[in-house]
């Protein structure tokens, strides 16, 4: 397929995302004196704002490329919960995956900002699993939803809405209805997506989560710990980002390095969440792995030009992909 005819084939898809999502909040304010309760400053609060976080980072970018984002996560009963909600709401996303208890608490990552620099960070959160009865409501809304669905991601923030069992009842359900599954791990349950397509950790994360040493420079060290977690997880193909080395594929008898493009870098952040949602579209349009990993590399690096968490820019994405030729 062409570059055109990709992100024209974007549109028609379906993408079912399941993990867990966030609220952001920011506060801006100045700084004109000192607590007279602590050596700490005041800050006097002049503005506030919610984003999506966590996995509502992948429905944006998933969005942002054209694509329709279902996500299916547990949230709380509770005030930033509604807010949450909301801003599916308000931003025209889906928001009929989202189950709200009382029993749990909605994840939160308030940031206080006095003019440029981020003062404190607080998180209101928990990382216990869900309970079983949230886990069974869960299962039966994936699954509903997953009948129009072209590709599952996994984005997993170790918060506790994906369990051992979860995943495995997951992943082998879309292997049975012929869904094709990716995933973003983190440390808990690393080694516990048996069976999926496409597994997309960073660096760090693959050598933590196999507890190995690997020194990216070699390329003999890095395809051997490519090859021990594919056989380990028995996954279909691993897609590892490398941050300023670039990404290395593994998939379907093809492994490529790619490296990453000269840019000037603003903040990584958030490059991870576009990284999976191109190569979850891309998977899903069964597009050859070098034109994946190729696409998912340009689209990450692109993100890092820009402050703070943004989703791609699907326009630039498209105009940078034809010039390079992918």
């Given at each position: 397929m062409t570059i055109p005819e990709i992100f024209d084939a974007f549109r028609h898809l379906n993408i079912l995302i399941v993990g867990d999502i966030m609220l952001d909040s920011y506060v801006w304010g100045k700084v004109e004196r000192i607590s007279p309760e602590a050596p700490v400053p005041v800050v006097l609060a002049q503005r506030k704002e919610f984003r999506l976080g966590g996995a509502g980072n992948v429905v944006l970018n998933v969005d942002a490329l054209g694509a329709k984002a279902v996500i299916c996560s547990v949230v709380g009963e509770d005030v930033y919960?509604?807010?949450l909600i909301n801003i599916l709401k308000t931003s025209g996303l889906?928001?009929?995956?989202?189950?709200?208890?009382r029993e749990r608490i909605t994840t939160v990552k308030e940031r206080i900002i006095a003019g440029s620099q981020q003062v404190v960070r607080v998180d209101t959160e928990t990382d216990q699993f869900i309970t079983e009865t949230e886990r069974q409501i869960l299962l039966a809304r994936v699954k509903q939803l997953a009948q129009h669905a072209d590709v599952l991601i996994f984005?997993?923030?170790?918060?506790g809405v994906l369990s051992v069992e979860t995943i495995a009842e997951l992943i082998a359900f879309a292997n049975q209805q012929g869904i094709p599954t990716v995933v973003d791990p983190k440390k808990r349950n690393f080694l516990h997506y048996h069976g999926a397509t496409l597994f997309k950790p960073n660096l760090k994360e693959l050598r933590e989560g196999l507890n190995i040493s690997v020194d990216v420079k070699k390329r003999d060290e890095l395809e051997a710990a490519v090859h021990q977690l594919?056989?380990?997880l028995r996954v279909q193909g691993t897609l590892i980002t490398l941050s300023e080395r670039g990404v290395f594929i593994d998939f379907q008898n093809e492994k490529h390095h790619l490296p990453a493009h000269i840019r000037q870098i603003a903040d990584v952040s958030g490059a991870g969440d576009t990284v999976i949602s191109?190569?979850?579209c891309c998977l899903a349009l069964k597009l050859p792995p070098r034109q994946l990993a190729g696409l998912a590399n340009l689209g990450g690096g692109l993100v890092c030009e820009s402050v703070g968490v943004v989703p791609i820019d699907r326009d630039?994405?498209?105009?940078?992909?034809i010039e390079e030729g992918l």
């Open positions: 919960g509604d807010a889906s928001c009929e995956g989202i189950i709200q208890s984005e997993d923030y170790d918060k594919t056989e380990v191109i190569a979850a630039l994405l498209k105009q940078e992909a």
